[in-house]
């Protein structure tokens, strides 16, 4: 079945980009969709956005300015840029692989999570 | 952003007790509600998706209720594995929301 695993820097300094890969074994990132996730210390979880397998993205309004995903099929992975950063971007990021039902978007495979801390 | 609100934010249970939790969306959104339960450490895990269906290989003592904007999980039987925290997420209008969480914790 489909496995997911973050990788990238586990510390960013502010006003940096912070940047994650998501590799996808055990199927194609050609058959689904895909998401990422955060969610800071002791708090819940919020969508950053989404990305298809030909590359079409949808990202949350209040993040929308600073972020950028994109898929690369030929590897298998998909990406996460996020820039200027802030303390406030500090979490655990996560990256998922939809469920759609029509328009409904359910998160059905999740990755193990990386922790990234925005400090100096 | 359609609004979630989980309610309590945490239960104390014992093994064997029935568990209700309840998600409340702060508009109409049909049956369009998941539930996922997170451990400690761990990421989120799908439990149920259209309010009521069951996520392949999520043991039965897991259901699912409501529509509209009122919606509950219940855990039949509380077992050890199921101490952890479960959030709510309305999957349609986007972005998608989570509730704050709802901490099952042992009596």
């Known amino acids: 079945q489909v496995q997911l695993q973050e990788s990238g820097p586990g510390l960013v300094k502010p006003s940096e980009t912070l940047s994650l890969t998501c590799t996808v074994s055990?199927?194609?990132?050609?058959?689904?969709?895909w998401s990422w996730i955060r969610q800071p210390p002791g708090k819940g979880l919020e969508c950053i956005g989404y990305i298809s397998y030909s590359g079409s993205s949808n990202y949350n309004p209040s993040l929308k300015s600073r972020v950028t995903m994109s898929v690369d099929t030929s590897k298998n992975q998909f990406s996460l840029k996020l820039t200027s950063v802030t303390a406030a971007d500090t979490a655990v990021y996560y990256c998922a692989k939809m469920l759609r039902l029509g328009e409904l978007s359910f998160l059905d495979v999740w990755g193990k999570g990386t922790t990234v801390t925005v400090s100096s | 952003d359609i609004q979630m609100t989980q309610s309590p934010s945490s239960v104390s249970a014992s093994v064997g007790d029935r568990v209700t939790i309840t998600c409340r969306a702060s508009?109409?959104?049909?049956?369009?509600l998941a539930w996922y339960q997170q451990k400690p450490g761990k990421a989120p895990k799908l439990l149920i998706f259209l309010a009521s269906s069951l996520q392949s290989g999520v043991p039965s003592r897991f259901s699912g209720s409501g529509s509209g904007t009122d919606f509950t999980l219940t855990i039949s039987s509380l077992q050890p594995e199921d101490f952890a925290t479960y959030y709510c997420?309305?999957?349609?209008?986007?972005?998608?929301?989570f509730g704050q969480g709802t901490q099952v914790e042992m009596k």
């Open positions: 997420q309305q999957p349609n209008s986007f972005p998608w929301t």
């Open positions: 508009q109409d959104i049909s049956s369009w």
């Open positions: 055990g199927g194609s990132i050609s058959s689904y969709y």
